[in-house]
């Protein structure tokens, strides 16, 4: 694979179709053409970078794919699950404006939260528009391998707040010996299942060792708003789940103050008064001179606009790179993982210098 597949391209796709789920959501579906499927194939739960213009603003938004994974040639069509943020420029324009027929930059997929179909037991533990990934990892590891099972466990405020509800039925019925269901309310009383309110990590605690034999699931999957994501992966290590079992993607970090739950806990120290960035990009290697205050990611931009980056805030990982030497300080974390900080990757976007020299490799 070639460094510039690895980053990830943009592509105009047209789009196909914009459907109503709920009240504040939408799925989007980009037309592949037939040139550009295999340069869309994807694994089940990854996302897309996808890149427009608002009032003269470049725009940059991450959202995962829902649709299962069903052509290994690639894909005809991509499908998208969009939730309206509250001051979310992009969402409230694909909510309000977006229509069939209009084009947007699309990057290739990317993410590391997948599962590949494979015989075992998975479990996921979802809070609101955190169900979208793990849609597309149910639907594909159901569909595709008959000895596996799965247990989804999604929190939302109401049913009718809930995305993908007729999709998640329908596998339940394709699948009632394979798949399991538990759906809980925040706002709204049920007649059966779980009572209603939040599910915190005190409530897992319990609640999953009483629907599955905790220790036996091969891969837990945690995927929504932050409070969720850290209260499931608290629940878990209570349990005694080790830690390579338990994979996450944060939605929503809610404004949760910068380095909170971040895997990386460095304290703010300033960096050096002059700093040098050397970076290797899809082949090229070449130097830069670090601004006071400025992240690695903002040094790069200034020299190559092709940098990989989406969010700017730690959550979906599209600017990770290994710090090949020197030293960093990172802002706040919410993509990588335990092993891949261990092996020396950091968000290039959070990460500001400690030493005079930093190099970065953006290529590995």
């Not at 990854?46 to 940059?60: F, K, N, V, W």
């Not at 109401?158 to 699948?175: G, H, I, N, Q, V």
């Not at 809980?184 to 897992?204: K, Y």
């Not at 349990?239 to 939605?251: A, K, N, S, T, Y």
Request: glycine content about 10%; proline content about 7%.
């Amino acid at each position: 694979m070639t460094a510039a597949a690895r980053h990830g391209a943009f592509h105009p796709l047209r789009v196909a179709a914009v459907d109503r789920l709920t009240d504040d959501s939408v799925t989007v579906t980009f037309a592949v053409p037939p040139a550009l499927r295999p340069a869309f194939r994807h694994r089940p739960g990854q996302h897309l970078t996808l890149r427009t213009r608002i009032d003269g603003a470049e725009i940059r938004r991450t959202y995962s794919i829902c649709a299962p994974v069903t052509d290994p040639d690639g894909p005809a069509t991509l499908r998208v699950g969009i939730r309206l943020v509250e001051g979310g420029v992009f969402s409230t324009h694909a909510l309000k404006e977006l229509s069939a027929g209009d084009t947007l930059e699309v990057m290739t997929p990317a993410g590391r939260f997948v599962l590949d179909p494979r015989p075992g037991t998975y479990a996921a533990v979802v809070g609101g528009s955190g169900i979208t990934p793990v849609l597309s990892i149910v639907a594909s590891l159901l569909a595709r391998e008959p000895e596996a099972r799965f247990c989804l466990v999604r929190s939302d405020r109401t049913t009718a707040s809930a995305m993908f509800l007729e999709e998640l039925a329908d596998l339940k019925d394709r699948y009632p010996q394979r798949f399991q269901l538990v759906q809980t309310f925040s706002r709204e009383q049920q007649q059966a299942g779980p009572a209603s309110g939040r599910l915190d990590e005190e409530r897992l605690a319990a609640l999953l060792p009483a629907l599955l034999p905790v220790d036996r699931v091969d891969g837990w999957f945690l995927c929504g708003p932050y409070g969720l994501v850290e209260g499931a992966s608290g629940a878990l290590r209570a349990l005694g789940v080790p830690r390579d079992r338990v994979h996450q993607e944060i939605f929503h970090v809610d404004g949760s103050p910068a380095g909170e739950g971040a895997a990386v806990a460095a304290a703010a120290a300033p960096g050096p008064e002059d700093s040098t960035l050397a970076v290797t990009l899809d082949g090229r290697s070449g130097p830069a001179s670090l601004r006071s205050g400025e992240s690695l990611l903002e040094t790069v931009l200034r020299n190559r606009a092709d940098a990989p980056y989406a969010c700017k805030g730690g959550v979906c990982g599209t600017c990770r790179a290994l710090l090949v030497s020197g030293e960093v300080r990172m802002d706040r974390n919410f993509a990588l993982e335990p092993d891949e900080l261990d092996a020396g990757y950091v968000l290039a976007c959070q990460s500001h210098p400690t030493t005079e020299r930093v190099e970065l490799d953006f290529d590995r």
